[in-house]
């Protein structure tokens, strides 16, 4: 069965970091590129960033608005990938995904961690 | 940077009704990398429809789309209870590298 599982999620002060964790099964995790997508309340998703596979160079893309703020990695030997937010504001508040898929979609997703941003 | 809008915002229709959905892009999406998602509340997004018109693995018959260049639709031929949701449209391929439309909400009338 496959399964993406993010965790890490909380409230945090804006201008503070949080670390991002999605723990997959089920699939060859080293051979997906792999991407965050975040979802404000009551909003439509945002594609926040992707990773390449390490075999297609491991190379990492962003949205404008968190580019800069923040990183992806991946572990495969833990079949994770991680998601590191610095400086973080308001509008950073959503539920973020990883996801994966083929042909430019995006076709397995995890259930979500929450991210809320406020003093 | 693509836009995709996407209307109506809400559509209202019964059990067994046709459902057409609408998505058009600012510039012409590539390789009509155009997919179509159904996402119900507390769920994630669930793909329908890759390519602008390929089904996704288990999608029934009953979803279809189409469109090419700037202008895609999402078909359901006849509606049942469990597809009132609310549709997003995503491309990928231009920048930003994927975006979505701001959704339509399919709801029972």
Known sequence: EVQLEESGGGLVKPGESLRLSCVV?????????????????????????YMRSKTDGGTTDYAAPVKGRF????????????????????????????????????????????????? | EIVLTQSPGTLSLSPGERATLSCRASQSVGSNYLAWYQQKPGQPPRLLIYG????????PDRFSGSGSGTDFTLTISRLEPEDFAVYYCQQYGSSPLYSFGQGTKLQIK
């Open chain 2, 52 to 59: 602008a018109s390929s089904r996704a693995t288990g999608i």
């Open chain 1, 25 to 49: 099964s089920g699939f060859t995790f080293r051979n997906a590129w792999m991407s965050w997508v975040r979802q404000a309340p009551g909003k439509g998703p945002e594609w926040v960033g």
């Open chain 1, 71 to 119: 990183t992806i990695s991946r572990d495969d030997s833990k079949n994770t990938l991680y998601l590191q937010m610095n400086s973080l504001r308001t509008e950073d508040t959503a539920v973020y995904h990883c996801a994966t898929g083929n042909y430019g979609a995006y076709d397995l997703w995890g259930q979500g961690t929450m991210v809320t941003v406020s003093s």
